[in-house]
């Protein structure tokens, strides 16, 4: 699944609705690595852009999803990126898996920034972890390939010696996964897109 273009996100909340659980909103939080921005919002897949703007009506439902852009997906079910700080497409633009759509942000309700995706078919609500084919549990998202000493090492262009030094330690993966966390945007420079495949801490 292609959503930022780090390559590196985290599924931070699972929004259910319904006697059936439905998780019509999942929301996603880009997080920092050696391969681009952790803020820049791609399209999940190839479709046209129905609608994109930004609710003003305060006493709307749809107030709450900020700054948005609703994309015509697979089956009749169309997916509506929200809470966006920017977007770069507007109505009747098509898009293509992995194009650029727009910045994460905290436009609409809620705190921090984050995005949310809804996915509805004839206006209800579709499961979207199904529709997305991953757990219905939140998860962390990396490039494929690629796990925290790759993504750490690259960061601080670390020196096969020091490398060697962490992985002979007995918990080297915890401490792999610690200082992935604590990388930032400053450590990581831009770099290529790549393909996404999801793995759990």
Same mark, same amino acid.
């Given at each position: 699944?292609?959503?930022? $273009?780090? =390559?590196? &996100? %985290?599924?931070?909340e699972?929004? *259910?609705? =319904?006697? @059936? ?9 880009g997080l920092?690595?050696?391969? /681009?921005? $952790?803020?820049?919002? %791609? ?15 305060l ?14 997906? $697979?089956? /009749? ?13 507007? +109505?009747?633009?098509?898009?293509? +898996?992995?194009?650029?759509? /727009? #910045?994460?942000?905290?436009? /609409?309700?809620?705190? =921090?920034?984050?995005?949310? %995706? ?15 084919? #991953?757990?219905?549990e939140?998860?962390?998202? %990396? ?10 090492? @690259?960061?601080?262009?670390l020196?096969? +010696? *020091? ?5 002979? +330690? ?7 996964? $610690?200082?992935?966390? !604590? ?7 831009? =770099?290529?897109?790549?393909? &996404?495949?999801? !793995? @759990?801490?």
């Open positions: 699944m292609q959503l930022y $273009k780090s =390559g590196h &996100f %985290l599924l931070s699972i929004r *259910t609705s =319904g006697k @059936k659980g439905v998780a019509g909103v999942l929301c996603f939080k920092p690595s050696p391969l /681009g921005s $952790k803020s820049e919002v %791609l399209a999940i897949e190839d479709g046209v852009v129905l609608r994109a703007g930004r609710c003003s009506d006493g709307s439902r749809e107030h709450r999803i900020g700054t948005y852009v609703c994309v015509s997906g $697979k089956n /009749g079910v169309s997916v509506l990126y929200g809470r966006l700080a920017c977007r770069f497409v507007r +109505a009747g633009d098509y898009v293509s +898996a992995g194009d650029s759509i /727009g #910045i994460e942000g905290s436009s /609409g309700s809620g705190r =921090g920034d984050f995005l949310t %995706l809804e996915f509805r078919r004839n206006g209800r609500r579709v499961d979207g972890c199904d529709y997305l084919g #991953i757990p219905h939140t998860n962390e998202f %990396l490039p494929e390939d690629l796990d925290p000493s790759e993504i750490v090492s @690259k960061s601080y262009q020196d096969d +010696a *020091t490398k060697e030094y962490i992985n002979g +330690a007995p918990n080297s993966d915890e401490l792999w996964k $610690k200082l992935m966390r !604590r990388i930032d945007d400053t450590d990581a420079p831009n =770099g290529r897109m790549i393909g &996404f495949n999801n !793995r @759990k801490k």
